[in-house]
């Protein structure tokens, strides 16, 4: 099985940066996942590493480590609007290229 | 058109009714996926179809039965549900099993 683990909450304020870590155990990893998600809404993706290095969009960044089995989506010029849970998701070449989430991180930002 | 639709978005049930839930995509995507998500829990996959053909089915009770009619639609059959299968239904698909998912806005579902 996988193993992905996430901080349960961080808080930040507004116009600051934040990185939400995410570390994984699994065998036939085939990339990973960032996804958004408002309460009551539906996951949005956001970014997508399968080498290692850092992928830039816009505010958004996300870094991966293969070797380190570790990720990080960080936040930068934080908005109120970017309160919500922040889903890192495990793709599994083995498992049939099925993604697996962990926990989520939910992030309030304060003005 | 980037979005997947899901109907209804509430959906009110007793413990011996039959209610489906739909999706549907045109964005060609050929693969279409039934997540389903607890408050504050992360989605939990159910099932997976690919080009039209359930490829993954992630040890469902019976009581939920896919059918992918055709390449844009997904349904979810529900009968004899339990009230602990309240949740939040997430139909999603992408353009292959290896690529980005994209959501839909899920239906709330209630079981009295």
């Known amino acids: ?111 | 058109d980037t979005e997947v639709t899901q109907t209804p978005k509430h959906l009110v049930m007793g413990m011996t009714n039959k209610k489906s839930l739909k999706c549907e995509q045109h964005m060609g995507h050929r693969a279409m996926y039934w997540y389903k998500q607890k408050a504050k829990k992360p989605p939990e996959l159910m099932f997976v179809y690919s080009y039209e053909k359930l490829s993954i089915n992630e040890s469902v009770p019976s009581r939920f039965s896919p059918e992918c009619p055709n390449s844009s639609l997904l349904n979810l059959h529900l009968h004899a549900l339990q009230p602990e299968d309240s949740a939040l239904y997430l139909c999603a698909s992408s353009q292959d099993r290896g690529t980005e998912a994209f959501f839909g806005q899920g239906t709330r579902l209630t079981v009295v």
């Open chain 1, 1 to 111: 099985g996988q193993n992905i683990d996430q901080p349960t909450e961080m808080t930040a304020t507004e116009g600051a940066i934040v990185q939400i870590n995410c570390t994984y155990q699994t065998s036939g990893f085939n990339g990973l996942f960032w996804y958004q998600q408002h309460a009551g809404e539906a996951p949005t993706f956001l970014s997508y590493n399968v080498l290692d290095g850092l992928e830039e969009k816009g505010r958004f960044s996300s870094f991966l480590s293969r070797s380190k089995g570790y990720s990080y989506l960080l936040l930068k010029e934080l908005q109120m609007k970017d309160s919500a849970s922040y889903l890192c998701a495990v793709r599994v070449e083995a498992a049939g290229n099925k993604l697996t989430f962990g926990g989520g991180t939910r992030v309030l930002v304060k003005p």
